[in-house]
């Protein structure tokens, strides 16, 4: 069962009950626009990752605002926004297991799905599935550009996969994954100028071979917040996939921007609300937020607007926070709002966003609940 | 929405979809045997912590051996455990929120709720509550025993508290609790002991100024799976809350057991699968467990019956295994279980328990699914 939901819509923002998802709707707007803008500068099709936010609202106001579709990294995520209406689905990643296989055959009959493979046995069994189904299903094969996880090496290896799926009944050879991940994090605009580079030349080698081999790929995609325009003037990738731009997080805006690559030109749109539920001693306020109310795999919260205090110690259903010298204290009962260290996995633990129209203004309200459709889409 | 449960009753283990949250229930029923036994011959009552099960259906086998009810850290958690018939939940933790606080209150109509207090403010809020609810909560104060985290210093304090609930309506003073968290990691069995020792010097001190003040101190409640025995025997709490003991986790087993300690004494019993869904290089395999599947918060997870891989460099759906020289390799799609570093919040990510029978026998089959029913319950 859902939980029940944190406020009431109209409710002022200090009768949210915490610890509570939060989205800032004007700064979501701002994001969203944004991105909207620079994808269609530079000429690319903006496919947004629904992996960070997980929701079928954001996503269908992204396809309205040009996007051609969304990504997602699991079948149940794809089943979560294609049940309420998304038309267009990429699972960005591999699915190897029977009966999500299925799954996934079966949802093809109901929206255009695409999925990456990079190993040779995937394609028999994506086939079989999508017959069973009686659906069709694009497939992208995978390349590794540096982030040494999923993906076929650069080069010779994705012709053999490409004529296995051309050969395959109900599937269609669509093009190339090609997503650096770790480049989004790297801090300096020449380190990540520099990985993008690379990959673009490991990019450019794979379609040399596929052209070779008679295949055409129809499809590049790849990038994300913190790459998103240096694969979008490539001249290679013709489709991006930035997610995290739509609320930023604190590991994000540790990237120093520069004037082409813009991540930091996005607004903190998401936080996590909190209380203060304990102060027994004045060197330390306890906050009602942990670890099943934020990941930390990327750092602790900031807290907003406030530099002067910091987050540590969180246990799972507490953090601690300290003041720096001469710091106004919080009061017992104050709320607070933290900055997510890493926005994907913490939106992942709710199962309501509240949206909040004025925040920051004495104005500030409640003006939607929103399910997080993808929250718990593991499989 | 919950999503779909990843199993079929009856199946065989290898038809589960990853990644998946697997409880050895044969392990699982030794678990709860041997804390029911060891709690009944140190004389001591057992309201276990299902904050890490959150699971109704352990909580009413836990009471059906003996246990007097179980304590929760969140509202919403104790109104999961109420809903599905438990009828003692202690809230070890301060609430603090109108609408919270609310919710507590009716759902005292409905059980024998208890809740934490550390704050004199706190007490008229929850009177005011019960009052308006036309309900009975139980208020223990909590001390701070050494965790550095929620509840009023050892000594006086407690007996200004006390004075508070006795002249409030609707409340009643029921005790203290007393839990050193942080001494449950402690390594070795001298440290726990240390720990313990000075956290009980500090409730003795705090039950004599009670004492002096008029007020009986009908429980002293604390206690974890690292500690129990040393409360347990310590002639000061006369109730103990273990609650990792159930399915222990890869940080616990790092304790160095000892034979009055015992925390190592219970068996793994919880395990996330995951398959290999990627293994385009022969030094590694990528599973389809990341941050989203784990809380690596205490450490990365642990490969069941084999030391010779370790898990590695987690991402949102992705963690990568690395094999020690000589391992024999996974296969492609091939499945492994995973130790998770901490229990409790990997428990948070996941809809469904899926409970096995046989483990690691040929005959290794799904015998139950059970909702997680405190999934999600942070308010």
């Known amino acids: 069962m859902p939980t029940l939901p944190p406020a009431d819509i109209g409710a002022p923002v200090s009768e949210i009950d915490t610890p ?19 994808a269609r500068k530079l000429g690319v099709r903006l496919r947004p990752h629904a ?3 997980k929701s079928s609202v954001i996503a269908a106001r992204q396809i309205a605002l040009g996007a051609v579709g969304v990504c997602c990294q699991k079948v149940s995520e794809a089943e979560a926004l294609v049940g309420d209406g998304i ?15 299925a799954r996934l055959a079966h949802l093809a009959r109901q929206a255009r799905i695409g999925v990456c493979i990079d190993q040779v046995e995937s394609i028999a069994l994506l086939a079989d599935a999508a017959q069973g189904a009686g659906s069709q299903i694009d497939v992208l094969i995978e390349v590794d550009v540096g982030a040494r996880r999923c993906g076929v090496a650069p080069g010779a290896a994705a012709s053999k996969l490409a004529a296995q799926i051309a050969r395959s009944p109900n599937l269609r050879f669509a093009g190339l994954q090609a997503y650096h991940g770790a480049a989004q994090h790297f801090r300096s605009p020449d ?3 520099a990985a993008i580079e690379a990959a673009k030349a490991g990019v450019v080698e794979t ?15 790849g990038a994300g917040t913190g790459t998103f325009q240096i694969e979008g003037r490539s ?3 013709n489709e991006v996939q930035p997610g995290s731009y739509v609320f930023m997080d604190r590991d994000y805006a540790k990237n120093t921007p ?16 909190a209380t203060v539920m304990s102060m027994t001693t004045s060197d330390q306020a306890v906050v009602d937020a942990g670890h099943k109310a934020l990941s930390n795999d990327s750092g602790f919260p900031a807290v907003w607007q406030r530099p002067d205090i910091s987050y540590h110690r969180p246990s799972d259903e507490h953090g601690v926070l300290t003041f720096v010298d001469g710091a106004q204290r919080l009061a017992w009962g104050e709320k607070v709002l933290l900055i997510p260290g890493h926005c994907d ?5 709710y199962d309501w966003y509240v949206g909040v129209c004025g925040l920051g203004r004495p104005s500030a309200h409640v003006e939607a609940l929103w399910p997080v459709t993808g929250r718990g889409a593991v499989i």
């Open 20 to 38: 509570a998802l939060i989205v800032d709707l004007d700064a979501l707007t701002r994001n969203l626009d944004k991105m909207a803008a620079l």
């Open 51 to 53: 992996k960070t936010h």
């Open 258 to 273: 520069d004037d082409t690559h813009g991540a930091a030109a996005f607004d903190h749109a998401l936080f996590v609300m």
């Open 345 to 349: 996995p913490t939106v992942n633990l």
């Open 235 to 237: 001249g290679v990738w």
């Open 207 to 221: 379609i040399r071979h596929l052209t070779a081999a008679g295949f055409a790929c129809e499809t590049v995609t």
């Open 87 to 101: 038309g267009d689905v990429l699972v960005t990643n591999e699915i190897v297991g029977a009966r999500k296989i």
């Open 191 to 193: 380190e990540r100028s």
